[in-house]
């Protein structure tokens, strides 16, 4: 590809992610209620834990779940320097949210090279066990700060809720470790995490891409944490317990440990599964609830059978019998969970979807990991030179007709 249209194609992914942030912002602020506007802001910030996360553990191949940690650090860090210059500095919110964020970036490195030296001879569980101590360490430290607030919370000044800085983070995340994978020192990474001594015995300088992966990692967690806490204005440690830390680890395994792609799509929608009860409420009654519990069952095992029996050489025709297998499950769930509320015990007991929300998550993280063990999209990514290629075939199966 010649100099120009590798230009070309930046200037354009620069313009879009740019156009993205601005038209996401303008649509769900004019648009949208208060409450869907914050889940579209914390989807932002999740898809950088997410991406940050997954060059620790995805494509660097360590076992980090303390990311809550530097989450954490990167709020505190933003809120206490911002109340102490805030009103006396010249810029204005916008721009100085760009500070603040360059802040509890700065800080969150720190804390990524402290956490990353010492644990460099680690690996495994017994790094995940490091990294879920030093996050519990930085929550109980700040726990008993008075001038901090204590478990009561911390204030900060000013409250600035921005959706396009917010995401343009998240774009900037994603690109970042993009052209990362895309360079030589991204083969250093994936060589740390696939074998480390023959990493080393082919020249890699496993101590150096260890401790990048975690800083870089951990200042984009950090920077994310000074938004948040400008976007609440008051942040207290619970709301950086380890519950975090396992949800974005969760979101990372889920799209697929070394898939960026895969981290964005988990990101932005895993969180949102839990909410959407509260959004679209409606009531189960036990039957349908037992017919659907049990169908879901059914249907993965079904699945997992029919993908290790059935050997279709073409793919639309395997397509098209899943399909229609999985519907007429899902067909027959209901049709059962109906019958059964012909029982009273049954029928006359029902359930608010608010109240069995996480229920729900967790059958959707069950059912997504036995048919994809290896996430939703594994190591696959999302690149213009696949769209070229669907459009260029689509474009040859017109010619063709």
Not at 200 to 228: C, D, E, H, R, Y
Request: charged content about 10%.
């Amino acid at each position: 590809m010649s100099l120009s249209k590798i230009l070309g194609t930046r200037v354009l992914s620069v313009v879009l992610a740019i156009a993205f942030c601005f038209g996401l912002d303008a649509f769900v602020t004019g648009q949208l209620n208060e409450y869907v506007v914050r889940l579209v802001m914390l989807a932002g910030l999740y898809v950088t834990l997410s991406v940050s996360l997954n060059l620790i553990n995805g494509i660097t191949g360590q076992f980090s779940i303390g990311h809550a940690a530097f989450y954490m650090v990167g709020a505190y860090s933003a809120g206490i320097v911002s109340n102490a210059i805030y009103k006396t500095q010249p810029l204005a919110a916008p721009a100085y949210m760009i500070i603040s964020m360059l802040i509890g970036a700065v800080f969150a490195a720190i804390a990524g090279l402290i956490v990353g030296m010492p644990s460099l001879r680690l690996k495994g569980d017994y790094l995940a066990i490091v990294t879920l101590g030093f996050g519990e360490i930085i929550r109980i430290i700040v726990l008993n700060q008075n001038q901090w607030g204590g478990s009561y919370g911390y204030a900060i000044a000013p409250k600035y809720q921005a959706g396009w800085l917010i995401w343009l983070l998240a774009i900037i995340c994603i690109a970042t470790c993009r052209n990362l994978l895309k360079s030589a020192h991204g083969l250093a990474f994936l060589a740390v995490r696939e074998d480390e001594i023959a990493a080393q015995a082919m020249g890699v300088n496993v101590t150096k891409t260890k401790v990048v992966a975690f800083i870089v990692g951990a200042a984009f967690a950090g920077a994310a944490g000074a938004l948040f806490g400008h976007m609440e204005s008051f942040i207290n440690p619970d709301l950086f317990k380890m519950e975090v830390s396992f949800l974005v680890l969760t979101m990372v395994v889920l799209g697929g440990s070394g898939s960026i792609t895969g981290s964005v799509l988990a990101g932005a929608t895993l969180f949102i599964l839990p909410e959407l009860p509260r959004i679209v409420s409606f009531k189960m009654s036990l039957g349908l609830l037992l017919s659907v519990l049990v169908g879901i069952g059914v249907l993965v095992w079904m699945n997992r059978k029919f993908m290790e029996k059935y050997h279709e050489p073409d793919k639309l025709k395997r397509t098209l019998v899943v399909a229609g297998a999985n519907i007429g499950l899902a067909v027959l769930a209901v049709v059962v969970g109906k019958l059964l509320n012909n029982i009273p015990q049954f029928g006359t007991t029902t359930y608010d979807a608010n109240k069995i929300r996480y229920m729900i998550l967790a059958v959707v993280l069950l059912v997504i990991m036995l048919l994809k063990p290896t996430g939703l999209l594994g190591h696959h990514e999302f690149s213009w030179d696949w769209v070229k290629r669907v459009l260029n075939r689509n474009k040859a199966g017109e010619a063709s007709a």
